[in-house]
């Protein structure tokens, strides 16, 4: 069995050393690795193989007691060897030629994961400026749906789930309510945005918002934050933006709205 695994190191002498050895003690393989060093952690990426009866259950295990965090773990094949570089090389080539596969291209490199390391966030940021400047070029906007086919929203009575099979990419809660208005949050996993999923969680958890009787959706983001304003237009919403010592306060009405949800039926 083959599996991709990924984890969080501490940045000391010996930490990679001891998950080779557990690996090696257990029969499991290290067939491919790269790392990510971030500020007193390393992210490991790895592709294994096991013994056939084993689970990915069991290599999470394993890796844990190994001193990993934040374990992931997913199935995955041969193809999982190939040189990182040279993977991103090959999916900016598909992306010049068809912007549209940014999407598909992501799930591949990235396995549709919501936390990236600080190098994979810039590898996603220069591959979606590719797609804008291949659209440009050719003169035709972004896709509607970010990928329709591979994105997948899931409602309950207070959050939207924006999925890619069982990974979260994005996702909108509703929090605190006060008089006739809500604080909620919106967020969406770097290498994903700029597709259309803000878009699509603000729409959803707005109609949320309406169906338990709010009128205005409140959110705070980081006063750098860029995209407050394009999610706005996207959607179709209007919206008042006021810089505070917390940041950017964002207030939008639900004027108009449709509920939805389990509560908008009843």
Same mark, same amino acid.
């Given at each position: 069995?083959?599996?991709?695994?990924?984890?969080? #190191?501490?940045?000391?002498?010996?930490? #990679?050393?001891? #998950?080779?050895?557990?690996?090696?003690?257990? @029969?499991?393989?290290?067939?491919?690795? !790269?790392?990510?060093? *971030?500020?007193?952690?390393?992210?490991?990426? /790895?592709? &294994?193989?096991?013994?056939?009866?084993?689970?990915?259950?069991?290599?999470?295990? #394993?890796?844990?007691?190994?001193?990993?965090?934040?374990?992931? &773990?997913?199935?995955?094949?041969?193809?999982?060897?190939?040189?990182?570089?040279?993977?991103?090389?090959?999916?900016?080539?598909?992306?010049?030629?068809?912007?549209?596969?940014?999407?598909?291209?992501?799930?591949?490199?990235?396995?549709?994961? =919501?936390?990236?390391?600080?190098?994979? !966030?810039?590898?996603?940021?220069?591959?979606?400026?590719?797609?804008?400047?291949?659209?440009?070029?050719?003169?035709?906007?972004?896709?509607?749906?970010?990928?329709?086919?591979? =994105?997948?929203?899931? /409602?309950?009575?207070?959050?939207?789930?924006?999925?890619?099979?069982?990974?979260?990419?994005?996702?909108?809660?509703?929090?605190?309510? &006060?008089?006739? @208005?809500? *604080?909620?949050?919106?967020? &969406?996993?770097?290498?994903?945005?700029?597709?259309?999923? @803000?878009?699509?969680? /603000?729409?959803? =958890?707005?109609?949320?918002?309406?169906?338990?009787?709010?009128?205005?959706?409140?959110?705070?983001?980081?006063?750098?934050?860029?995209?407050?304003?394009? =999610?706005?237009?996207?959607?179709?919403?209007?919206?008042?933006?006021? /810089?505070?010592?917390?940041?950017?306060?964002?207030?939008?009405?639900?004027?108009?709205?449709?509920?939805?949800?389990?509560?908008?039926?009843?």
């Amino acid at each position: 069995m083959f599996y991709r695994v990924r984890t969080r #190191l501490t940045d000391t002498p010996g930490a #990679l050393a001891m #998950l080779a050895q557990h690996c090696g003690n257990a @029969g499991v393989n290290i067939l491919a690795l !790269q790392i990510y060093p *971030e500020l007193g952690a390393v992210t490991d990426d /790895l592709v &294994v193989e096991t013994p056939d009866s084993w689970t990915a259950a069991a290599v999470v295990e #394993l890796v844990s007691g190994a001193g990993g965090d934040e374990v992931s &773990v997913v199935p995955c094949a041969t193809h999982d060897l190939v040189d990182q570089p040279t993977a991103w090389l090959k999916a900016a080539q598909a992306v010049l030629e068809d912007p549209d596969s940014l999407p598909a291209e992501l799930t591949g490199l990235l396995g549709a994961r =919501v936390s990236w390391s600080a190098t994979e !966030q810039v590898r996603a940021a220069a591959l979606a400026e590719f797609a804008d400047r291949a659209r440009s070029a050719a003169g035709s906007p972004p896709a509607s749906a970010a990928g329709s086919a591979v =994105v997948e929203y899931e /409602l309950t009575e207070e959050s939207v789930l924006a999925k890619i099979g069982p990974h979260v990419v994005g996702a909108a809660r509703l929090h605190a309510f &006060v008089d006739d @208005g809500v *604080e909620a949050s919106l967020e &969406v996993a770097p290498a994903w945005r700029r597709l259309g999923i @803000g878009r699509q969680l /603000l729409r959803q =958890v707005s109609g949320l918002a309406a169906a338990r009787g709010a009128s205005e959706l409140t959110m705070l983001a980081p006063p750098t934050e860029e995209g407050v304003v394009p =999610v706005l237009a996207a959607a179709g919403m209007r919206g008042r933006i006021r /810089l505070t010592e917390m940041g950017l306060t964002v207030h939008v009405s639900l004027a108009g709205v449709r509920p939805i949800g389990h509560l908008a039926a009843r």
